[in-house]
């Protein structure tokens, strides 16, 4: 592990965050999250570190100098704004899995819509041949405060699995991990336009909508 001095400069990290940056905007303009939701993180080139988007900071106008980091063995913040209250599960995330660099929230709507109505099936997503590819194991938590280490420790507990790749909080949003911040990103979009996918045949009636939400 690498330690962070004192004399931090403010320039280091440069490609890591821009590459955070263009993340934060590609999921807004996806429409995956709105101004003021949703957050992305990725690890430092210390790698007991990782940088994430600040509290409430606004996706449109994000720039690398709002972005906070923050200590991944003391989860303190080193530098940057206040991160975002949702730090906690990025944290406990780093700490489970030292072969993730990247980690996406979102509220990706039709993803949300398929796991209440009970679409989100191994065998129906695997009829793409992109989410058998590239979609791993999808597990859920319950409905759990926000922010707090509760929900943080219950979404790193199913990511300890390394089948899993993603998490869905009921009634909140989607987690999703990557080795890499593009991992990450093009597991979200794979799994909103499944998702959509599945809702619309759902819609037509080419498939049922069962309540049972469990993966298997």
């Known amino acids: 592990m690498y330690s962070l001095g004192a004399g931090l400069e403010r320039g280091f990290d440069v490609g890591?965050?821009?590459?955070?940056?263009?993340?934060?905007?590609?999921?807004?303009?996806?429409?995956f999250n709105s101004?003021?939701?949703?957050?992305?993180?990725?690890?430092?080139s210390y790698k007991d570190h990782f940088w994430i988007?600040?509290?409430a900071?606004?996706?449109?106008?994000?720039?690398?100098?709002?972005?906070?980091?923050?200590?991944?063995?003391?989860?303190n913040r080193i530098m940057g704004a206040e991160p975002s209250s949702e730090y906690r599960?990025?944290?406990?995330?780093?700490?489970?899995?030292?072969?993730?660099?990247?980690?996406?929230?979102?509220?990706?709507?039709?993803?949300?819509v398929a796991y209440k109505a009970g679409l989100l099936k191994r065998e129906l997503l695997e009829e793409s041949y992109e989410a058998k590819a590239y979609l791993?194991?999808?597990?859920?938590?319950?409905?759990?405060?926000?922010?707090?280490?509760?929900?943080?420790k219950a979404v790193s507990q199913q990511l300890a699995d390394k089948k899993n790749v993603a998490v869905i909080m009921d009634?909140?949003?989607?987690?999703?991990?990557?080795?890499?911040?593009?991992?990450?990103?093009?597991?979200?979009e794979i799994l909103e336009m499944e998702a959509m996918r599945l809702v619309n045949l759902a819609l037509?009636?080419?498939?049922?909508?069962?309540?049972?939400?469990?993966?298997?």
């Not at 890591?16 to 429409?31: E, Q």
């Not at 449109?60 to 100098?65: D, G, Q, V």
């Not at 037509?204 to 298997?216: A, F």
């Open 89 to 112: 599960v990025h944290l406990e995330i780093y700490r489970a899995r030292d072969d993730v660099n990247a980690v996406v929230h979102t509220h990706q709507a039709y993803t949300m």
């Open 53 to 55: 988007t600040p509290r």
């Open 136 to 152: 791993g194991g999808i597990s859920y938590v319950p409905r759990l405060e926000p922010g707090s280490w509760e929900l943080a």
């Open 16 to 31: 890591i965050r821009v590459k955070l940056v263009n993340a934060v905007k590609r999921l807004y303009l996806r429409g």
């Open 171 to 188: 009634g909140h949003g989607v987690v999703l991990i990557g080795g890499s911040i593009d991992e990450a990103l093009n597991r979200a």
């Open 57 to 75: 900071c606004d996706k449109a106008s994000l720039t690398i100098e709002d972005l906070s980091l923050v200590n991944i063995i003391t989860g």
């Open 204 to 216: 037509l009636g080419v498939i049922r909508i069962d309540r049972d939400q469990s993966w298997g």
């Open 35 to 44: 101004t003021f939701s949703g957050n992305v993180s990725v690890r430092s």
